[in-house]
Each structure stands twice: as C-alpha cells, then as structure tokens.
C-alpha cells in the first residue's frame, strides 16, 4: 500500500495533525493507522464522557517537560478558532464546577469524536484501524511502516502514537520503544495525571475518607508544589485532582517525595489553637474520640486523635494537655506521607516523559529522521489535569500535520 502522509495513531494528536497535513496539502494523500479497531476511543472516554478539551487559563505553569509545549499552544488557533469555527462544536467552560475547563456544550466527547470523524471524511482522509505499526524503515523518498505482514509505503509519516497511560487505550509505549531504538532519547518516564502510592501502613483507617484541603509535594524539605481539593485516600494511594497534578514529579523525586496535607487550609495555626482550646474547655467531659467530630468527617476526625496523642480515645477531652493539642494541631496542618511509587498505567491519563526536545525542530519534525514528523503525548510534555493534555494534542498535531503536509506541497496525484 502507498501514501503520501502515514500518520501513526488514530488519537487526539494523529487526527488533528490527519486534518491539518490535509489542509495545507490538499493534494497530498493521507492516511490514519490505528491500532484498534476505531479512531478517536480515547478521546470517548475523557473527561469521564465530557471531554474536557481546553483550559482558559493556559500557562507554563500547567506543563511538565522538555518540550516548551506552552509556546506551541500559544502559537497555533485556539480551541474556539477549531473547534467552533472550524468544526462547527460549541464550546461552554466550567462543566461541574471545574473552574477553567472547556466541555463541549452537548456535554459529550461523542460531540466531539463525531465532528472530527466528519471532517475526515469530507476531506477523503482514509483510516486503516486494527493495524499495529512494528516497524518504520528508512527507504529513498520515504519510509516503509510494517503492520504485520503488510507494508506501507509514504513519503511522510507523522507519529502521534500517544505514551504507556491508559494501555486499554491503545497505547503501551510500543513506538516509543522503536524510537529508542531507532536512536531516539527519551526523558524519564513515569504516570502522570495519576494517584500516588504512600504506606498502607500510614493510610490505615482513612481509607475511604473524601477531604478537601491543600496537599503539597515535597522533598528534602522544600515544597515543590501545592495544590487544593479534594483528596481521597485509598488502601494504598491518595488520589483525586489535586494529588494528580503532583505525580509528574515522582519523574524527578522518585525515593525523595513527600506528600504534605493541610486538611484546613482555610484556619490559621492560631485560630486552630484556640478553637481546640476552646472545645477542651467547652466540651470537656466528652471522650477525647469527639475531639474533632465539629469539623471532619469521623474516620478522619478519630485518625488524627488516635494518631496524635498516646491517651485512650475514652479519655476526657478535659484531659488533653497543651503538648498534645500541639500535636493534632500539626497532623491537621501538617501530615505527611512519604511517597513510596507511582500508580500503575491503567490508572493514569498521561505520560510524564516521552521523545526529547533535542529530537524534534520549532515545527516538531525530527532532527534525526527528514521527513518524520511527532505529536502529542509521545513527547516530553505532561499538562496538568484540566483539559491542558488535550490541548497539546491538538495543537501540537496541528503544527506536526499543518508542517507535514506544507513540506510535500506538489506531491500527490
Ligand atoms: C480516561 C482518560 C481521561 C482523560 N481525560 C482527559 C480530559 O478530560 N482532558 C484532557 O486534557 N486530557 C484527558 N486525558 C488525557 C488525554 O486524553 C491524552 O493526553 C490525549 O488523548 C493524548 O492524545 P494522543 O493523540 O497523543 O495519544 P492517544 O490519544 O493516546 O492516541 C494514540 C493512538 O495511537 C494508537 N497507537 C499506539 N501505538 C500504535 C501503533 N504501534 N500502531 C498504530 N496505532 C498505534 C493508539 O491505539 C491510540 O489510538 C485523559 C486520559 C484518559 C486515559
């Protein structure tokens, strides 16, 4: 089989750049190769159904890795410029509360998997899906891409194979892997947008327990990043979103990082103080188990005595010394979980790490293979949870593709 322009993944990235290699080549053939039998699942599957396609507030601040993927997104149309404009889907921000995020307005990824279908059809982009790329091969004029005991031949290829998150999805790091191979570098790699795992030990009696609060990471006792939310303590790892936006930094801290929680955030240490000052005057006679009943929910409110302070939770409040208010005054603002590894694949939604920024140029075609083009997650960029990981797939496959296909301009039939 022949084709002007491979393009490697049927993801956010691989059909953004498809639509773009089209645009700026009309005449250029271009073709998706998927591994799964359709296009687009991942994109189904994100932001829990909705697919929270972009962030209003777009900083550097929000991604993670060599690539300065803040100044390509800055750089290329905005998600109103295509998704609207271009593809025709209304766009409305803060879908359940989530301050910043971009939705779809029908609410559903589907809205947005169907409007790009549409535009690769209307534009006769073809797509091969259940077909796994082994191998690609250097040829004159082009490469060889091997699926199993086919062959195919293009003059360009764009990889936007995505990273190792979420492997039911595709994706397992396979090309990667060839690209290290064929001499590509890659950064240290590690799930992103995950959990993180601290000692069950330490997480006895919480599990279950849903709290909103500040979490920051740490390490050698500086905080590297602070973040509130809502945690959620598992059996053996805390998650929700604002545990999710620290895993990127097990890359870098892996065997140093701490998780440091401040479970009220809002009330000084001074104000704390008194107020559990004033509970042991006010409610003395209660068990020390009531402690902290006005203010947590009960697993955590007898954690954090049972935790701070030798006394049986039988005992009077009125029995609580000045030394041990100190001490649950600190498991309040101050608790900390030393992180002992990252989650597993399936349970993150992003790569940190991936191909070096030393691979690719300013319009991300490889410095080590002419003619080779990347996107998307499989390069060193990890955003934040909050629509910023698609962002950089579209606008990192709209300058892969947009430069692609400008490069074969007077090729085609
Ligand atoms: C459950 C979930 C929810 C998410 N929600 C959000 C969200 O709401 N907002 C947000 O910004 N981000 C979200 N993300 C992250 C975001 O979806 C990804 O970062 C983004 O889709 C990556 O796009 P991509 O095109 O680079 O790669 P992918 O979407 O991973 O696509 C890569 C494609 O390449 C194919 N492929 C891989 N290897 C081969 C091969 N050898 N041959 C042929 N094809 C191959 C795969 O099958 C896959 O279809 C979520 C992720 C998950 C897992």
């Known amino acids: 089989m022949k084709t002007d322009i491979a393009v490697i993944g049927g993801g956010a990235s691989g059909i953004t750049a498809a639509i773009a290699a089209k645009e700026a080549n009309r005449r250029a053939d271009v073709t998706i190769i998927e591994k799964l039998p359709r296009t687009g699942k991942k994109i189904i599957a994100s932001g829990n159904g909705k697919c929270n396609l972009s962030n209003k507030k777009i900083s550097e601040y929000n991604y993670h890795g060599s690539v300065r993927a803040v100044d390509i997104i800055g750089n290329m149309p905005d998600y109103t410029s295509f998704f609207t404009d271009y593809l025709g889907v209304l766009c409305v921000s803060g879908s359940e509360g989530r301050e910043g995020g971009i939705y779809p307005r029908s609410n559903s990824s589907n809205t947005i998997v169907n409007a790009m279908r549409m535009k690769l059809d209307e534009l006769g982009i073809k797509e091969i899906c259940g077909c796994e790329i082994t191998g690609i091969i250097p040829e004159n004029n082009g490469y060889t891409l091997i699926c199993g005991d086919e062959n195919i031949h293009c003059k360009r290829v764009i990889i936007a194979a995505g990273g190792y998150a979420a492997p039911s999805f595709g994706t397992d790091g396979g090309i990667m892997r060839l690209l290290k191979n064929m001499g590509y570098k890659t950064s240290k790699i590690c799930p992103a947008v995950a959990p993180l795992r601290v000692n069950p030990d330490k997480l006895k009696g ?194 892969a593709g947009g430069s692609c296909g400008k490069s074969l301009k007077g090729a085609g039939k």
């Open 206 to 399: 919480l599990k279950g327990v849903r709290v909103k609060g500040e979490i920051s990471a740490v390490s050698g006792g500086r905080i590297l990043r602070t973040e509130r939310g809502e945690m959620q303590f598992n059996e053996n790892n805390i998650s929700g979103i604002c545990v999710f936006n620290l895993a990127y930094l097990f890359a870098e801290y892996e065997g140093k990082l701490s998780l440091k929680a401040d479970f009220l955030p809002d009330m000084s240490w001074d104000e704390l103080k008194n107020y559990l000052e004033n509970i042991r005057k006010s409610r003395g006679n209660l068990p020390l188990e009531e402690l902290l009943t006005g203010i947590f929910v009960k697993n955590l409110a007898v954690y954090i005595v049972k935790n701070s302070i030798e006394n049986p939770l039988t005992d009077r409040i009125s029995t609580l010394s000045n030394s041990g208010i100190q001490s649950v005054l600190n498991r309040i603002k101050s608790l900390e979980f030393e992180v002992c590894g990252c989650s597993p694949w399936q349970n993150s939604q992003s790569t940190m790490g991936g191909i070096h920024a030393s691979c690719v140029d300013g319009n991300l075609q490889s410095r080590l293979h002419k003619g080779i083009y990347l996107c998307g997650e499989i390069l060193d960029t990890a955003g934040d949870c909050g629509g910023y990981n698609l962002q950089w797939a579209w606008s990192s496959g709209m300058l």
